[in-house]
């Protein structure tokens, strides 16, 4: 399975992006789907997931309230929706494919990664 992400680009505080991740099969239909990011020079963290059939979502508390993942299963797709975006969340976006239906913080239960979407927001 591959993972394709797209969406992320320069954005100013306060302003929006949506990324999307694409699988390559619908293999991943019954597994949760999930947004990590790493910023320079930290470790790749947990942003968001998305149950496998979209009905339960989980947040980290940086983000909760301003993040909004969710998922299209007939297109295989996944989606994060950032608002008022702040400079700390300039980093590498990532998607993985869990191992389970319901998706946790930890990247040792994820199978499948994408290729990752750079987001960088200006002060």
């Known amino acids: 399975v591959q993972l394709q992400a797209s969406g992320g680009g320069l954005v100013q505080a306060g302003g929006s992006l949506r990324l999307s991740c694409a699988a390559s099969?619908?293999?991943?239909?019954?597994?949760?789907m999930s947004w990590f990011r790493q910023a320079p020079g930290k470790e790749r963290e947990f942003v968001a997931t998305?149950?496998?059939?979209?009905?339960?979502?989980a947040y980290a508390d940086t983000v909760k309230g301003r993040f909004t993942a969710s998922r299209d299963r007939a297109s295989n797709t996944v989606y994060l929706q950032m608002n008022s975006l702040k400079p700390e969340d300039t980093a590498v976006y990532y998607c993985?494919?869990?191992?389970?239906?319901?998706?946790?913080?930890?990247?040792?239960?994820?199978?499948?990664w994408g290729q990752g979407t750079l987001v960088t927001v200006s002060s």
């Open positions: 099969r619908p293999t991943i239909s019954n597994n949760a």
């Open positions: 998305v149950s496998w059939n979209g009905g339960s979502t």
């Open positions: 993985a494919a869990s191992l389970r239906s319901f998706g946790s913080s930890a990247t040792s239960d994820y199978r499948y």
